[in-house]
């Protein structure tokens, strides 16, 4: 399977902006799949997850409030909504597929998109 994120851009802190990760190649309709992010010179942390069923959502602390994981199977699509943006959500965000385990871990995906930039401004 093949995944595309997209929807990243520049905003000023308050802003808000969705990225939405398309995929290819196979349906996820029965995929636990997430979005992590990457900061210049960090390391690539969890930010949410939404498991197949769409029952137990994932947060990392510093975005619970703020954003929403959400899917549409239909769509074969997983969508990020970011609201309250803040200078320290710059990053390069990722959609990972086929999770399994400890959701929160970036171990426990099979597939990754290749990433959208993120840039918020003060």
């Known amino acids: 399977v093949q995944l595309q994120a997209s929807g990243g851009g520049l905003v000023q802190t308050g802003g808000s902006l969705r990225l939405s990760c398309a995929a290819s190649g196979r349906t996820i309709s029965y995929y636990n799949m997430g979005w992590f992010r990457e900061a210049p010179g960090k390391e690539r942390e969890f930010v949410a997850a939404i498991p197949w069923s769409g029952s137990t959502i994932y947060y990392a602390d510093s975005v619970k409030g703020r954003f929403t994981i959400s899917r549409d199977n239909a769509k074969n699509t997983v969508y990020l909504q970011m609201n309250t943006l803040k200078p320290e959500d710059t990053a390069v965000y990722y959609c990972?597929?086929?999770?399994?385990?400890?959701?929160?871990?970036?171990?426990?995906?099979?597939?990754w998109g290749q990433g959208t930039q993120v840039t918020v401004s003060s």
């Open positions: 990972a597929g086929d999770g399994s385990g400890l959701l929160k871990s970036k171990s426990a995906y099979e597939y």
